[in-house]
């Protein structure tokens, strides 16, 4: 609707615009006083570019506050207006919960139980892999180890990565039968890109021969990776699902304004005309974790909160929550740090002793992190993120301001959080619950407090961001939140759009 308003205004400047971009200004609150500022701050900064990218645009939203979302003058406008009905109200909820780890865990932490864990992800990511048309089975190592001067295919656990000095890459692999050193030679530099992107503790394949002294030369990797989504089935009507995470109640950067904002849009009380259409098909709400931001997450964390007392953090949370109509289902996983649940993945959902206000709430279901749901025949697979400080530090090119890059290399790799050992706990349970045996429609996770959206081969990849502002702790690790950003999606089409409070 806005969209040809604000191409021609770019026109005038002699700015062009990215679809994405033009997408995200779209819809918000004011496009055209939205986009004025950011040519106007364009202009301040001298800023030579002619596109607007979305980058650009969050890098500008995360520096001030300057384009703030608050509806004041629209809000008052709208709510003299029309009164607001939903359209979905009468429509029966279509929630499959396909997987739940909560009351499932039974890990005790014994050696034992870390060899199960890992024969479990052996086990099922060999099974990804020979699915694909390019592996068609495989050699065991000790096997392999005997048969000189042929092309071998190998899966295996990787033990550990190293470069030699003269940039080779080694990958010690071991698969249950034997282990063996693989070779990826500097010289082969895509095979070496590849090699960069492998995790400790990964199941991958490899191609290649014996060389001598027993070590195995690759000259292919290959991760299970997916094939394209179908989107077959899929809702029969606009319904619409709203991704929230990081909300951090009894923080004192929770950001209450911005989330009032998102209830009152909720309840017809803000926005434009698109967007109230948009509330009036609402019917779900997703929260990937990090509702509350606990205590004791971090030495100096007292100073940081508002309330000190779990319980009272998750009774805020209800509280804000309570006001959202009982027709639109809200289901609440938890995250590793802030979250009252125990630090190693997978989680159970957050037990009632600590959140009593939550499960009283007819409309919300509290489920374990990970998650899969089906809904209205869309899957969502939901997870914190926890695992994605690890990725970001060790694979080259991954950054805080990208999480959607961090996501897809987890959808190649088919596992949510791939290394032990390193800042994400993990716990030896008998099954492998991170890895993704099934590849949904969305993957929504938070965690890094940065909106981010990319599609893969079909698959939505959504990180919803946060309603918290710049901590203190963020401040020194360098993180520009992009706090209020809330990705909707539409489950008969699986458009995405991103609204911001
Ligand atoms: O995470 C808030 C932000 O801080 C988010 O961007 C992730 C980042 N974060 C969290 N833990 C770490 C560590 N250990 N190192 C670097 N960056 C981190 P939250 O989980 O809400 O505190
Ligand atoms: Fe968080």
């Known amino acids: 609707m806005y969209k040809k308003e604000i191409i021609e205004i770019l026109l005038n400047s002699g700015l062009e615009i990215t679809p994405d971009a033009l997408d995200y200004l779209s819809f918000q609150n004011n496009p055209v006083n939205f986009l ?7 202009k301040r900064m001298s800023n030579n570019s002619v596109f607007i990218t979305l980058d650009l645009i969050k890098q500008l939203i995360s520096e001030k506050k300057y384009i703030d979302a608050k509806l004041d003058d629209e809000k008052r406008i709208i709510s003299e207006k029309s009164s607001f009905e939903s359209k979905v109200k009468d429509i029966e909820p279509d929630i499959e919960i396909i997987k739940d780890p909560t009351g499932r865990l039974y890990g005790k932490g014994q050696v034992e139980d870390f060899r199960d864990l890992f024969r479990s992800r052996y086990k099922k990511i060999y099974l990804l892999l020979m699915e694909r048309s390019d592996v068609k089975g495989s050699t065991s190592i000790l096997e392999a180890k005997k048969l000189k001067d042929q092309e071998i295919t190998i899966v295996g656990i990787i033990q550990e990565k190293r470069e030699t000095s003269s940039k080779n890459i080694y990958l010690e692999m071991e698969d249950f039968s034997d282990n063996i050193s693989v070779l990826i030679p500097h010289k082969e530099k895509e095979l070496i890109n590849k090699a960069l992107r492998v995790l400790p503790d990964e199941v991958i394949c490899v191609k290649g021969s014996i060389w001598k002294n027993d070590i195995f ?19 029969e009507i606009p319904i619409y699902i709203a991704l929230i995470s990081d909300t951090h109640f009894g923080s004192k950067q929770f950001l209450k304004e911005k989330f009032q904002n998102f209830i009152d849009w909720i309840n017809g009380k803000s926005g434009n005309e698109e967007q109230r259409e948009i509330a009036a098909q609402l019917k779900y709400i997703i929260i990937a974790g990090d509702i509350v931001d606990g205590i004791g997450v971090y030495p100096s964390q007292k100073e940081d909160l508002e309330l000190i007392n779990i319980n009272k953090q998750y009774e805020t949370a209800a509280n804000y929550l309570k006001q959202i109509p009982e027709y639109i289902k809200i289901i609440v996983i938890p995250g590793g740090s802030h979250d009252a649940i125990r630090k190693a993945l997978p989680h159970p959902a957050i037990p009632k002793k600590y959140a009593r206000q939550l499960y009283e709430l007819k409309n919300v279901i509290m489920l374990g992190n ?17 695992s994605f400080d690890d990725i970001i530090s060790s694979i080259p090119g991954l950054t805080y301001e990208h999480p959607e890059k961090a996501m897809q290399e987890l959808l190649i790799a088919r596992h949510l959080a791939p290394s032990y050992g390193q800042k994400t706990g993990i716990s030896p349970e008998i099954e492998d619950w991170m890895v993704i045996d099934e590849v949904p429609h969305v993957i929504h996770c938070g965690h890094v407090h940065i909106n981010g959206y990319k599609e893969y081969k079909g698959v939505k990849l959504i990180n919803s961001g946060c309603f918290q502002s710049l901590t203190s702790f963020q401040k020194e690790k360098g993180i520009r939140p992009t706090p209020g950003m809330v990705p909707i999606i539409n489950l008969e ?8 409070f």
Do not use: S, Y
């Not at 030369?217 to 809702?235: G, Y």
């Open 217 to 235: 030369m690759a000259n292919e990797i290959i991760f299970p990776d997916t094939r394209n989504k179908n989107h077959n089935k899929l809702a």
């Open 370 to 386: 990970p998650t899969m749901v089906q809904i209205h025949g869309v899957q969502f697979l939901v997870f914190h993120g926890d």
């Open 493 to 500: 089409t699986l458009k995405v759009k991103i609204l911001t």
């Open 36 to 42: 004025n500022k950011i040519i106007e701050k364009l």
